[in-house]
Nanobody, 125 residues
């Protein structure tokens, strides 16, 4: 079955950096659009960043543009979210998501078929 396993979350001070990883198995990774969403307590899960199956296109939420960078390594079936200049409002559970079959980057939860279990990111002021 498909598995998406996130890692790299933790506690960091404001202004610091973290790199999240998502290792995928059970799907044709090189043909899958990948994305990260986050969900803060009592809030909806929202789009953070997405990357096309080829890695040639990336999209970011306005709130993270210029601070976060999404990349992928198709040889390792892994995507990476480099998060710099972290702010307290970035505190959330971060979820990796996959959209198979060469589809475009979507910004809705409904666009993604597979999800990881999430990793907590906490940014202290």
């Amino acid at each position: 079955q498909v598995q998406l396993v996130e890692s790299g979350g933790g506690l960091v001070q404001a202004g610091g950096s973290l790199r999240l990883s998502c290792a995928a198995s059970g799907l044709t990774f090189s043909r899958s659009t990948m994305a990260w969403f986050h969900q803060a307590p009592e809030k909806e899960r929202v789009f953070v960043a997405g990357i096309s199956w080829s890695g040639g296109t990336t999209e970011y939420a306005d709130s993270v543009k210029g601070r976060f960078t999404l990349s992928r390594d198709n040889a390792k079936n892994t995507v990476y979210l480099q998060m710099n200049s972290l702010k307290s409002e970035d505190t959330a559970v971060y979820y990796c998501a996959a959209r198979p079959a060469l589809r475009n980057i979507g910004r809705s939860r409904a666009d993604y078929m597979y999800w990881g279990q999430g990793t907590q990111v906490t940014v202290s002021a």
